[in-house]
């Protein structure tokens, strides 16, 4: 199957009324790989993950996501791919612990697996000590490494990540940038968008979007 794309979209098009968010884009995404999506704000790259997540209808074109046709198919992904919004979207009156073990049971980890798997991932990310923490009271670099943790604990196949580093510090955003190395290195594919060019270039390919059109 290391043949068949991961993301492959033909033309793929959303409107909002007469605005055009995403204009025939073409995509293909290979197995294992790092893909940026690099652009500007407003040039259509939440709404292209959306899109892809089947989140958002495309208004045309085709997308496949994990071998799903979408929109069609998206219900069957959930428990393959892993989303990191745009902003912070974890419950702060949560614990750290709480918070990762609320992320395994959305995404229909038993019972019985959870607490083995939200240990492991706590460690992983070197959580371990703020575990009891309430995730309101960590630094924007600590939010970032739980809002991974919970992203991944279900072992995704595709990890689609939307501007995770915005408004991180550099220290922090090299730490998460190693972590997304070590997460594609096992086989994970990655999709992820930032406005950083310094990150666009780790990335093992690249899509440049621009007014939702892919420019290069
Ligand atoms: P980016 O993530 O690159 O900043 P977005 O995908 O968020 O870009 O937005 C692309 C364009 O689509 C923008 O002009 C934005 O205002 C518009 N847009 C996004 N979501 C909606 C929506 N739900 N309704 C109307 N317009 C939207
Ligand atoms: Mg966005």
Not at 67 to 89: H, N
Request: glycine share 10%.
């Amino acid at each position: 199957m290391t043949g068949t794309p991961v993301i492959e979209t033909h033309g793929l098009t959303r409107r909002f009324g007469r605005l055009v968010a995403v204009d025939h884009v073409d995509l293909a995404v290979r197995r294992g790989e790092i893909f940026g999506c690099l652009g500007p704000n407003g040039s259509g790259k939440s709404t292209l993950m959306r899109v892809l997540l089947g989140l958002l209808d495309p208004s045309e074109g085709t997308a496949h996501v994990l071998g799903c046709e979408i929109p069609r198919d998206a219900e069957r992904l959930r428990s393959s791919v892993g989303y990191m919004t745009q902003r912070f979207s974890l419950y702060e009156d949560l614990s750290v612990r709480e918070n990762l073990d609320f992320a395994a049971a959305v995404f229909g980890l038993p019972r019985r697996e959870r607490r083995a798997r939200v240990s492991a991932a706590l460690t992983d990310a070197g959580l371990d000590v703020y575990a009891e923490a309430r995730a309101a009271t960590l630094s924007g670099g600590w939010k970032q490494r739980l809002a991974l943790a919970a992203a991944t604990v279900h072992r995704p196949q595709l990890l689609v990540l939307d501007e995770p580093t915005a408004g991180v510090d550099p220290q922090s955003r090299r730490v998460f940038w190693e972590k997304l190395f070590e997460i594609a290195a096992g086989g994970t594919t990655i999709f992820v968008s930032t406005h950083y060019m310094d990150e666009a270039v780790r990335c093992h390919r690249l899509a440049l979007l621009r007014d939702g059109r892919r420019m290069a």
